[in-house]
């Protein structure tokens, strides 16, 4: 990648801009029905079984990550957010609120840079784009180099839906030779940018002096306590470690087990096709999985726990689907099990009291992962309240598997998305799922309404006249 932005791509990215503000010109006046209809027609052209599976394998081959096999189920994630796209207001009035006297009328955001991660480059183009065209916005995609001819053709599909219903193709463009340079001046003249990625991507979008919406990094850790149901507990944490082969951000990294249902829980992990490594393979994983300076290595990013433990340099059975590494009392820096895996290896750790399991949470936070999302298997009310006030995310799932529940489920209540807000915790704007809201403006229209002014008395309360020095 050249580290100067030429000529030639400042004036793409112009041509770019203009077209996709020209296009946004002739939607700016559709009827909410018209826009439900695009919205409609973008689910349905990327979101279908035979288009979305062929782009879902093409995107896993081109990268070379993922799971070829799994990674197609993600197609009903748009189903999700088009149902969500559906259900609220996008254009005149969207909000009424009488007793303030306030009206609340929605515009659209702009033109928007979406970067595209190479773990999902034929997911997020058309979540981003129902929730984007909804809103009557454009969309440019910057793909990541390694799977930018999946981004480009599912960009194309997208293009195709505009057609079917008579709106402009330009709402959706595509850079086809990305680079920094040429991604980060379209994040400086775009109007928002989206930033699903890693820690880079995500800093530059801050840095470009344009909003932009980041993603921080994930470190999900789950805690299950001896009033767990110990094989749902394995089952989902099987089926959300191993979605797409542990590639998401949300895929459970850390278990913290009470001690008292610590060995029944491995095994039910074991019976869910857990392998529990051994001390010597733990030494060799670690090798294996980051290099001299602690980042991870490209060839055990995203894959079967039988290509990790081959590049590490032992074997496991074919029948096992993900690697388990005990790390009990192994939180730090120095120490890279308490991280973020990225592939389908998690690390367990035990604990005796709540307190314990608490303590341990907060340590690996402190580690990695803070403002993402942690979880737990638990029916006391009193162990889920005390974890969700202590722990420093967004989002905490409640005996659910994490990484098909964070960013929205047909049997939760979360947004439908493909983009997760850290917070402040992870260095973002938002801590919530980024949705339809995310991409509008809006004009707050005030009416007048009876004097709404409490008496001293009971604003300032016991303190109102009392002297002060």
């Known amino acids: 990648m050249g580290k100067e932005l030429t000529e030639e791509d400042r004036g793409l990215a112009a041509g770019m801009l203009a077209r996709a503000r020209a296009a946004m010109a002739e939607i700016e006046h559709w009827s909410q029905e018209d826009l439900d209809r695009l919205a ?213 990294g850390n278990i913290i087990i009470q001690a008292s249902v610590y060995e029944k829980m491995v095994k039910a992990l074991e019976a869910e096709g857990g392998y529990l490594c051994s001390d010597e393979e733990k030494a060799l994983l670690e090798k294996a999985m980051w290099d001299e300076k602690g980042n991870r290595t490209f060839p055990t990013i995203a894959c079967g726990p039988q290509q990790t433990a081959e590049v590490a340099g032992f074997s496991i059975p074919d029948d096992r689907t993900f690697l388990m590494v005990e790390n009990q009392g192994q939180i730090g820096p120095q120490h890279r099990f308490c991280k973020e895996k990225l592939t389908t290896l998690m690390a367990l750790y035990h604990f005796r009291t709540f307190d314990d399991a608490l303590e341990t949470v907060s340590r690996i936070y402190e580690v990695g992962g803070k403002g993402h999302s942690c979880g737990i298997y638990s029916h006391d009310d009193d162990h889920i309240d005390r974890l969700a006030r202590l722990a420093p995310v967004s989002r905490m799932m409640v005996r659910q598997p994490q990484s098909k529940a964070n960013a929205g489920s047909f049997t939760n209540g979360m947004p439908m998305t493909s983009s997760l807000g850290c917070g402040i915790w992870g260095g973002n704007i938002t801590n919530e799922n980024v949705s339809l809201k995310h991409m509008m403006n809006y004009t707050w229209v005030s009416r007048p309404i009876p004097e709404d002014r409490p008496s001293d008395e009971e604003l300032f309360g016991e303190f109102y006249g009392r002297e002060v020095a």
């Open 40 to 252: 409609q027609a973008i689910g349905w052209y990327a979101g279908n079984e035979k288009t979305f599976t062929q782009l879902a394998q093409q995107g896993v081959d081109e990268s070379g990550i993922g799971d070829r096999a799994g990674r197609p189920g993600k197609r009903f994630k748009i189903y999700g957010v088009l149902r969500d796209a559906l259900r609220q207001k996008s254009t005149g009035i969207v909000e009424v609120d009488e007793a303030r006297g306030l009206v609340k009328y929605a515009k659209p955001a702009g033109v928007i840079a979406s970067l595209i991660p190479m773990t999902n480059p034929a997911l997020t183009p058309p979540v981003t784009g129902i929730y984007a065209a909804k809103a009557r916005n454009a969309v440019i995609f910057s793909p990541h180099p390694r799977s930018r001819q999946t981004t480009a053709r599912m960009t194309d599909v997208l293009r195709s839906a505009c057609k079917a219903v008579g709106a402009p193709q330009d709402l959706f463009q595509c850079i086809t030779h990305p680079s920094i340079p040429l991604t980060q001046h379209l994040m400086e003249i775009c109007d928002l940018t989206l930033a699903t990625g890693g820690k880079p991507m995500v800093k530059a979008a801050y840095s470009s002096g344009k909003p932009a919406f980041g993603v921080g990094a994930g470190n999900s850790s789950i805690v299950i306590d001896e009033t767990a149901d110990l094989d749902i507990a394995a089952r989902n944490t099987r089926m959300s470690k191993t979605s797409d082969f542990g590639s998401g951000c949300s895929a459970d």
